[in-house]
């Protein structure tokens, strides 16, 4: 098993798509989110509370390939996308008036991490902004 991090910044809205490479989806394995986490980066503005989905249509953009935390081992057999061409579809969280900036981070205990499988999965980190908020986020997975 190999373990993956990615981490961005200054995204407005946060939006991280981990999902199976498009050019070989079914060679993707799965994918065990351990961690998102979303850090308000100003306190001007306005945002939502970071949520943590399945689109119900995957987005596609320039693909991100990460490498393993483990020095030697293989690239991410799965991609990010944070710039769009079209964008993933998803419940989209109300914006409000929430105390900014704000930090939020999930730690999914071992057997109940968030999994991406198949070639028709993904996961999105996604967090909405206006005003001048931007994001910070990342994700931390295990590939089996």
């Known amino acids: 098993m190999a373990a993956y991090r990615f981490a961005v910044g200054a995204l407005a809205p946060l939006q991280i798509q981990l999902g199976p490479v498009v050019a070989a989806p079914l ?3 799965v994918a ?3 961690e998102a986490a979303a850090y308000g980066e ?3 503005g306005t945002a939502s509370n970071p949520i943590l989905v399945r689109p119900s249509v995957i987005g596609t953009g ?3 390939f990460v490498a393993p935390l483990d ?3 293989a690239s991410s057999t799965f ?3 944070t710039s769009f061409s ?3 579809t998803h419940f989209t969280p109300t914006s409000g008036p929430i105390t900014l900036p704000i930090t939020r981070r999930i730690v999914f205990p071992r057997g109940s991490e968030f999994i991406v499988y198949g070639p028709s999965a993904a996961a999105l980190l996604y967090a909405n902004a206006s ?3 931007t994001w910070s986020g990342e994700l931390a997975w295990e590939e089996k």
């Open 62 to 64: 320039t693909q991100i």
């Open 86 to 88: 079209s964008a993933p």
């Open 79 to 81: 991609q990010l996308i």
């Open 131 to 133: 005003g001048g908020h």
């Open 42 to 44: 100003n306190a001007i």
């Open 32 to 34: 065990r989110i351990r």
């Open 71 to 73: 020095p030697g081992g």
């Open 27 to 29: 060679n993707a394995g």
